[in-house]
C-alpha cells in the first residue's frame, strides 16, 4: 500500500511539474467562522460572518450574515452588492484540491489551496432573464480585461493518471463559463471558441499570430492571461 500511494504521488508531482497557466477551480462551500467581506453599491464595506445565502440557477442572489462591528444581523440582495468576498471552507478547499491541483503564475502567490477569499462580482446576466447575480472570478489576477465567471451546471471534461490499481483525475475543465467581454457577460462555450477567437482578441495583433495554431479550448486560460499581460 505505501509503495502504491508512492508511485500515486510520484505520478502527481509529474503532473504539476506539467501543468501551466489556468483559471482557480471553483469554490462551493465556505466558511461560516471566518470573517468576510462586501462592498455593497454604495461603496461601504461590510465585514461580516455568513449565515447563509440563496441561490437561482447555481449563482448567488442573496446574502445573510452578522456585521463584525455591531452585531447585527442582516440580509442583502446581489443587486445591493457590488463585490463579495468569501472564505472557502475546508471542505470546499478540499473539494478544490481533489478537482484540480493547479496554480497560476501570477496571483499574489496563491492558489485554489492557499487563498483567502473567493471573489464575486455582481452582473445582470440576460440569458437567464436578466438575473442580477454574484458570480464568481475565476481568472482572478488576470481579470481586467476579460473576466471569466464560474457557471456551476456546465458540464465538465477531464484528464487522469493512473497506475497500480489507481486511477485519479487530476485535472477538469469546464466546457462553458460565463465571461465578460467588453463589458458585457454572457456565456462562452467550447463548441463555439474557434468561430469566436479571432473576435475576441482581435484587438491583439501578436496574440493572434502567437496561437494562430493553438485555439483549442484548453488553451483559453492562456490565451486570456497573454491578452491580460502583453497586449495593449
Given at each position: 500500500m505505501k509503495k502504491q500511494l508512492f508511485i500515486l504521488f510520484s505520478l502527481i508531482g509529474i503532473y504539476l511539474s506539467a501543468t501551466g497557466q489556468d483559471f482557480i477551480e471553483p469554490i462551493n462551500f465556505f466558511s461560516k467562522k471566518e470573517p468576510c467581506y462586501l462592498i455593497n453599491t454604495q461603496g461601504e464595506r461590510i465585514d461580516f460572518i455568513l449565515s447563509d445565502y440563496k441561490?437561482?440557477?447555481?449563482?448567488?442572489i442573496a446574502v445573510e450574515g452578522k456585521k463584525l462591528n455591531t452585531e447585527e444581523n442582516f440580509r442583502?440582495?446581489?443587486?445591493?452588492?457590488?463585490?463579495?468576498?468569501?472564505?472557502?471552507?475546508?471542505?470546499?478547499?478540499?473539494?478544490?484540491?481533489?478537482?484540480?491541483a493547479t496554480t497560476i503564475t501570477k496571483w499574489d502567490k496563491t492558489?485554489?489551496?492557499?487563498?483567502?477569499?473567493?471573489?464575486?462580482?455582481?452582473h445582470t446576466v440576460e440569458e437567464l432573464k436578466d438575473i442580477t447575480a454574484l458570480l464568481q472570478i475565476l481568472n482572478y489576477g488576470f481579470h481586467k480585461k476579460i473576466t471569466i465567471y464560474y457557471d456551476p451546471f456546465a458540464p465538465k471534461e477531464s484528464s487522469s493518471i493512473g497506475g497500480m490499481g489507481f486511477n485519479v483525475t487530476l485535472d477538469s475543465q469546464l466546457r462553458r463559463y460565463y465571461a465578460k467581454i467588453d463589458g458585457k457577460v454572457s456565456r462562452l462555450k467550447k463548441r463555439e471558441y474557434d468561430d469566436e477567437f479571432t473576435k475576441i482578441f482581435?484587438?491583439?495583433?501578436?496574440?493572434?499570430?502567437?496561437?494562430?495554431?493553438?485555439?483549442?479550448?484548453?488553451?483559453?486560460?492562456?490565451?486570456?492571461?497573454?491578452?491580460?499581460?502583453?497586449c495593449k
Open positions: 441561490t437561482k440557477k447555481g449563482l448567488i442583502l440582495d446581489a443587486a445591493n452588492i457590488k463585490i463579495l468576498a468569501l472564505v472557502p471552507s475546508t471542505l470546499g478547499k478540499m473539494n478544490a484540491i481533489m478537482e484540480k492558489d485554489s489551496i492557499d487563498r483567502k477569499f473567493v471573489f464575486f462580482e455582481q482581435s484587438s491583439c495583433p501578436s496574440l493572434l499570430e502567437k496561437f494562430a495554431k493553438n485555439k483549442d479550448w484548453s488553451s483559453l486560460p492562456k490565451h486570456i492571461y497573454f491578452f491580460e499581460y502583453e
